[in-house]
């Protein structure tokens, strides 16, 4: 890392974006797209942070650090994704459909809500979840109303079969977080942005290649071809501060000198940040995700992912040649053995896609211990806001303030807001934290 190159980059109205994950990304294309010029530095030799792709040498071929499944309510995403030339790099099923199993009735069902804002299809019993009825969907209008501190368990009732096989694995995968502890009105928030819409703003949709070809390398490439500067193996140390503003970036072994008119959009995860900003409170709990990734190819015409009720997978994607688990809020799983693991949710794959369960096929289990930040209640009122105390500094990541989940959707709005607060739009966070208009009939 040479530091003449970057003092030679650093000129007037540069703004300097720490951390290339999602948040980071999509603060620097919006601030290209405002007119700025950018800077970029990220202390690994990559981009994407918690959502990327790489070759796996056991598996023989690239797989993601984790699932992630996107829906087409996400608006922000969808705004960064298409800023990027990236939508043709997604694929998903035309309509909102859900396929569920199981795995101790051995009953699947498919959760196919209309595409229009009234919820017809709750009346219908082959659209909705078996052993529910239209009234108990309903339940979803009280998350709006929660008390601050009340959970997703006690506002939604733990004994309905609705809860069971909807609300709690909609809710432990949206917040990764138990339903027990997970906040009701933050879960609630994320469903009037996509179920409670209506079908066409829950439509799923998944990279088609992988994460790294569908939200990285596109951004990667549209920063550079607009001349923004790109340092990897650059690992922030100190933000040197000077009255109201920051001065100075300290890296490990180069300083760039901020000029007037300067900025900096801070995307590092939670605990790095709360370690280079002096007084500022991050969530501090987090909450684990494990993923198994299987060697081995669904049978033809298998869904793109299936939600299994009652097993340790909790949701399972078909890859190119790969099955794959996601479990959240994986507090029972992340301690047990690799083989072990390997096993269960080899069981679990094998049920939903009707394989043989032996032999088991060659795996990489991936456990992320501080996947997200817990979404308790408690925890949720450490999220910094975008501003801060310094004039030229500005927070981003999927750990501030955005009134979501640690979610893409909540990093790359993150991201949205950091910028705007450094091009001096600050009237435009209120558009981008809005409560979402009620337009909805549940
Ligand atoms: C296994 C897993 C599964 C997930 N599944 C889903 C899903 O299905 N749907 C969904 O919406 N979300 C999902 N998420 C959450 C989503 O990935 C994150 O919310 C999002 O990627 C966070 O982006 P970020 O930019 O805020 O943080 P990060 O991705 O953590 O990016 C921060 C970057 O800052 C860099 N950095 C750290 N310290 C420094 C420093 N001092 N100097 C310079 N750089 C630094 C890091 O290396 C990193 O690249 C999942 C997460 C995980 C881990």
Redesign the pocket.
């Known amino acids: 890392m040479a530091e003449g190159g970057f003092l030679r980059q650093a000129q007037d109205g540069v703004v300097h974006v720490?951390?290339?994950?999602?948040?980071?990304?999509a603060a620097a294309i919006s601030l290209l797209a405002a007119g700025r010029r950018v800077a970029l530095?990220?202390?690994?030799p990559q981009?994407?942070?918690?959502?990327r792709s790489y070759y796996d040498s056991e598996l023989s071929c690239r797989i993601d650090?984790?699932?992630?499944?996107?829906l087409s309510g996400?608006a922000a995403a969808l705004s960064y994704i298409e800023r990027i030339g990236a939508l043709a790099t997604f694929e998903g099923p035309a309509e909102p459909v859900f396929p569920f199993v199981d795995r101790a009735s051995g009953e699947r069902w498919e959760l196919r809500p209309n595409r229009g804002l009234l919820p017809w299809w709750i009346f219908l019993r082959r659209r909705r979840v078996p052993g529910s009825r239209a009234t108990h969907y309903l339940a979803a209008r009280s998350l709006r109303h929660a008390d601050p501190q009340a959970t997703v368990a006690a506002t939604l009732g733990e004994e309905r079969a609705l809860y069971r096989r909807l609300w709690e694995p909609l809710a432990v995968?949206a917040l990764?977080t138990p339903a027990s502890c997970g906040s009701a009105r933050l879960f609630g928030r994320v469903l009037e942005e996509t179920l409670l819409k209506g079908g066409r703003a829950c439509r799923p949709l998944v990279p088609r290649e992988g994460l790294s070809e569908s939200f990285v390398e596109p951004a990667l490439a549209r920063l550079e071809s607009a001349g923004a500067v790109i340092r990897f193996g650059?690992?922030?140390?100190t933000l040197l501060m000077s009255g109201a503003r920051v001065s100075g970036l300290a890296?490990e072994g180069a300083e760039v000198a901020l000029q007037e008119g300067d900025g900096v959009v801070l995307?590092?995860?939670a605990t790095?940040a709360g370690r280079?900003v002096p007084g500022l409170t991050v969530p501090s709990r987090h909450a684990p995700?494990v993923?198994a990734h299987f060697r081995a190819a669904a049978p033809a015409g298998a869904p793109l992912f299936v939600a299994v009720i009652g097993g340790a997978a909790q949701w399972i994607f078909r890859k190119k040649g790969v099955l794959s688990v996601?479990v959240?809020a994986a507090d029972d799983l992340v301690d047990e053995g690799i083989e072990a693991l390997r096993e269960r949710l080899w069981g679990d794959v094998a049920f939903a896609y009707r394989l043989p369960s032996a032999p088991l096929p060659a795996a990489r289990i991936?456990k992320?211990r501080r996947?997200?930040f817990l979404a308790s209640p408690d925890e949720l009122r450490r999220r910094p806001g975008a501003a801060t105390r310094w004039q030229n500094l500005a927070l981003?990541?999927?750990?501030t303030d955005t009134g979501l989940p640690?979610?893409?959707?909540?990093?790359i709005r993150?991201?949205f807001a950091a910028a705007a607060v450094l091009a001096g739009q600050e009237r435009n966070i209120g558009v981008l934290r809005r409560q979402p208009k009620r337009k909805t009939l549940l």
């Open positions: 720490v951390g290339a994950g999602l948040a980071g990304l530095y990220e202390a690994s981009a994407g942070g918690r959502c650090n984790g699932n992630h499944l996107l996400n995968a990764n650059a690992r922030l140390r890296f995307a590092v995860p790095a280079l995700i993923n996601t959240s991936l992320e996947a997200t981003a990541g999927d750990y640690a979610t893409i959707e909540g990093a993150s991201g």
